[in-house]
């Protein structure tokens, strides 16, 4: 195939297939990765709410559940409504923070009331067991409708040997960064996991045991646990499902633009053998010392014509009139020669006589000819 011409704008037949699919695949990446941006934030959006939703009922169910045993001072009513709650789908823990903010239940652990202790590694340490065993779960601190557990004499004394450490270094803490709102509530959701408390203020009748208290404040607060691992799931498998979406529809859009491209390329090499061919003829007729064009019904000439019909007429003829260009300097007789039969070649109705038409053009071709043949040169249509 003939290599394209200098200046020749059209494109390359052999690099449309590659830059179509090239166009087709980054319009594909870029609308992808929009909407894999969009849905995820979708979905996050709409995992938390849905994890939110359920920690807040789990949380009020374990709220009213509790409510009695905690006003009674029920500790094995109380655990059990809390075992139960931790046997809810996706449910991981329930638990309950005192005043102090030091974790001392928990579901599925026995307790007496001491803070729960984590080792270095995380791993959780119950040291309630040999004091549950020995009194069968019913062990009190002697002063705790007086003084607070920081305050009572043991707590002073465990106080002074750990020296100033950070009780987080071996209880498990509550943050002290949430902010619970009007209805008592606060969330903190992680990236595995999600924490939810309510705040359990001290009321008139709390005061009536624990005489130190004062209404108003925090008495405890409840916490529940949710594992995220079923909603990250449930996400995950709908991404999936994009993907494969995603994935049939670039399928579909890369083979049609396989097809429109390689369409488009028959075209190209089509034009091209044609631009080929047509200047090959061009450059016979130019050099073949004859003058050719051609003219329509309007007798206004095309745009093809051969080189030697400027030499002759001294002009580009391009859009002219034949009969101007012949008959320049006499009016009349262009007008007696070319409007009496003009209208033959006008005349689209199938029913006129071909020969007439035919003869009409071989008239005008004749008078061309010997205007032409008057002045030297030889001009053919």
């Given at each position: 195939?003939?290599?394209?011409?200098?200046?020749?704008?059209?494109?390359?037949?052999?690099?449309?297939?590659?830059?179509?699919?090239?166009?087709?695949?980054?319009?594909?990446?870029?609308?992808?990765?929009?909407?894999?941006?969009?849905?995820?934030?979708?979905?996050?959006?709409?995992?938390?709410?849905?994890?939110?939703?359920?920690?807040?009922?789990?949380?009020?169910?374990?709220?009213?559940?509790?409510?009695?045993?905690?006003?009674?001072?029920?500790?094995?009513?109380?655990?059990?409504?809390?075992?139960?709650?931790?046997?809810?789908?996706?449910?991981?823990?329930?638990?309950?923070?005192?005043?102090?903010?030091?974790m001392n239940y928990r579901s599925g652990a026995v307790t007496v009331g001491l803070p729960f202790v984590h080792d270095?590694?995380?791993?959780?340490?119950?040291?309630?067991?040999?004091?549950?065993?020995?009194?069968?779960?019913?062990?009190?601190?002697?002063?705790?409708?007086?003084?607070?557990?920081?305050?009572?004499?043991?707590?002073?004394?465990?106080?002074?040997?750990?020296?100033?450490?950070?009780?987080?270094?071996?209880?498990?803490?509550?943050?002290?960064?949430?902010?619970?709102?009007?209805?008592?509530?606060?969330?903190?959701?992680?990236?595995?996991?999600?924490?939810?408390?309510?705040?359990?203020?001290?009321?008139?009748?709390?005061?009536?045991?624990?005489?130190?208290?004062?209404?108003?404040?925090?008495?405890?607060?409840?916490?529940?646990?949710?594992?995220?691992?079923?909603?990250?799931?449930?996400?995950?498998?709908?991404?999936?499902?994009?993907?494969?979406?995603?994935?049939?529809?670039?399928?579909?859009?890369?083979?049609?633009?396989?097809?429109?491209?390689?369409?488009?390329?028959?075209?190209?090499?089509?034009?091209?053998?044609?631009?080929?061919?047509?200047?090959?003829?061009?450059?016979?007729?130019?050099?073949?010392?004859?003058?050719?064009?051609?003219?329509?019904?309007?007798?206004?000439?095309?745009?093809?014509?051969?080189?030697?019909?400027?030499?002759?007429?001294?002009?580009?003829?391009?859009?002219?009139?034949?009969?101007?260009?012949?008959?320049?300097?006499?009016?009349?007789?262009?007008?007696?020669?070319?409007?009496?039969?003009?209208?033959?070649?006008?005349?689209?109705?199938?029913?006129?006589?071909?020969?007439?038409?035919?003869?009409?053009?071989?008239?005008?071709?004749?008078?061309?000819?010997?205007?032409?043949?008057?002045?030297?040169?030889?001009?053919?249509?």
């Amino acid at each position: 195939m003939e290599k394209p011409k200098p200046g020749n704008r059209e494109p390359n037949p052999e690099r449309v297939i590659p830059r179509f699919l090239l166009i087709a695949f980054s319009c594909l990446l870029l609308i992808s990765l929009v909407a894999g941006f969009i849905f995820n934030y979708y979905q996050k959006q709409m995992m938390d709410r849905t994890i939110r939703e359920q920690g807040s009922g789990i949380l009020s169910s374990y709220g009213s559940k509790t409510r009695d045993s905690i006003e009674k001072g029920q500790r094995k009513t109380f655990q059990l409504v809390m075992d139960n709650t931790a046997q809810l789908e996706g449910v991981t823990a329930t638990t309950l923070y005192p005043r102090e903010g030091l974790m001392n239940y928990r579901s599925g652990a026995v307790t007496v009331g001491l803070p729960f202790v984590h080792d270095q590694d995380g791993g959780f340490r119950n040291p309630n067991l040999d004091l549950y065993e020995k009194t069968r779960g019913m062990f009190l601190r002697k002063d705790w409708h007086l003084t607070g557990r920081f305050d009572s004499a043991a707590g002073q004394a465990h106080l002074a040997e750990v020296q100033g450490k950070s009780c987080a270094e071996c209880h498990y803490v509550l943050d002290e960064n949430l902010s619970f709102d009007n209805q008592n509530r606060a969330e903190v959701l992680d990236a595995r996991v999600a924490h939810f408390y309510e705040r359990i203020p001290v009321e008139d009748k709390c005061t009536v045991c624990h005489t130190y208290w004062q209404i108003g404040e925090t008495a405890g607060v409840l916490g529940v646990t949710i594992d995220k691992a079923a909603f990250l799931q449930r996400t995950r498998e709908s991404t999936r499902q994009l993907v494969y979406i995603l994935l049939s529809i670039a399928t579909v859009v890369l083979g049609v633009t396989y097809l429109v491209a390689a369409m488009y390329r028959r075209i190209l090499i089509t034009r091209r053998q044609l631009a080929d061919k047509s200047d090959r003829l061009a450059g016979l007729l130019n050099n073949s010392g004859q003058g050719f064009l051609s003219f329509g019904p309007d007798l206004a000439i095309e745009p093809e014509y051969s080189r030697e019909c400027v030499t002759f007429f001294g002009e580009e003829v391009a859009g002219k009139s034949v009969a101007a260009l012949l008959f320049s300097e006499d009016e009349e007789e262009r007008g007696l020669v070319f409007d009496e039969d003009i209208h033959l070649l006008e005349e689209e109705d199938d029913y006129i006589d071909e020969d007439q038409t035919a003869q009409a053009e071989n008239e005008y071709l004749q008078i061309f000819a010997d205007g032409m043949n008057s002045s030297g040169t030889s001009c053919s249509r």
